[in-house]
């Protein structure tokens, strides 16, 4: 994957955080994937939907573009604007009652937003597991706590990010909370190699929230915290 074909979508409006884009790179990278365009893809917590943009460029497919906090119509209009309004469906949804059809896709996305959500032991088998096709594939990449400070998030991240702190987990942690699943092939996690570029590309920006993070980045934010990377994949159809 490029990321110079998505250098003019990247701005301090479109990104939430850092950003996505190289996230989402990596994640590809490390894992290619091969689709069709009849395959359906779930882009959970997409934010602005610069992810569901680079996805549906990168894959070719359908994407389902679903955040609870940025409005579809807002949504749908930038993707109109991107020139990819036929191929991603814009959705408001909460990631605990989702109403999609049971196996309807052939791979689940979510950047920078599966910790405020999916945190707890059963998340995904009761919540997203159902509506992955067998042989599917699920891509994560959030931020997290480095594996060597276990168990100290809330010690080590409260100044920055108070009561949310729990949040930041480590990859052995979400590994375990990922769980496991007679659908369930393998998962793997681990410490993603972009943190010090995505971090750049958001602290660059002229973003009120970018600037209040900067305050922490030396202290806090760049000695114990990481991007987490997620890869689960499921079984074929017995």
């Not at 707890?120 to 159902?130: R, S, Y």
């Not at 809330?154 to 942690?173: N, V």
Request: charged share 25%.
């Amino acid at each position: 994957m490029n990321m110079d074909d998505y250098k003019a979508y990247v701005s301090s409006e479109t990104m939430m955080g850092p950003n996505s884009v190289r996230i989402l790179a990596e994640l590809f990278d490390k894992y290619p994937l091969q689709f069709v365009s009849d395959d359906m893809i779930l882009d959970l917590g997409c934010g602005t939907g610069l992810t569901s943009l680079v996805i549906a460029k990168e894959t070719g497919t359908k994407v389902f573009a679903n955040d609870l906090w940025i409005n579809a119509e807002e949504n749908k209009k930038r993707f109109t604007e991107w020139g990819v309004g036929e191929q991603i469906t814009p959705i408001c949804e909460d990631a605990n009652n989702l109403s999609f059809e049971k196996k309807q896709f052939r791979a689940l996305i979510s950047i920078d937003s599966y910790h405020y959500f999916a945190g707890i032991k059963g998340f995904f088998q009761e919540k997203l597991l159902p509506f992955i096709k067998d042989n599917g594939v699920v891509l994560i990449g959030i931020p997290g706590l480095k594996e060597k400070y276990a168990g100290r998030a809330e010690e080590l991240l409260s100044d920055w990010l108070g009561d949310d702190a729990y949040m930041f987990k480590t990859p052995a942690l979400w590994k375990e909370l990922i769980g496991s699943s007679d659908r369930i092939e393998s998962v793997k996690t681990w410490e993603m190699d972009c943190f010090d570029n995505a971090w750049g590309d958001w602290l660059a920006a002229n973003n009120a929230f970018a600037l209040d993070d900067s305050r922490y980045f030396e202290t806090i934010i760049k000695p114990y915290t990481c991007f987490v990377g997620i890869y689960v994949k499921l079984k074929k159809e017995v």
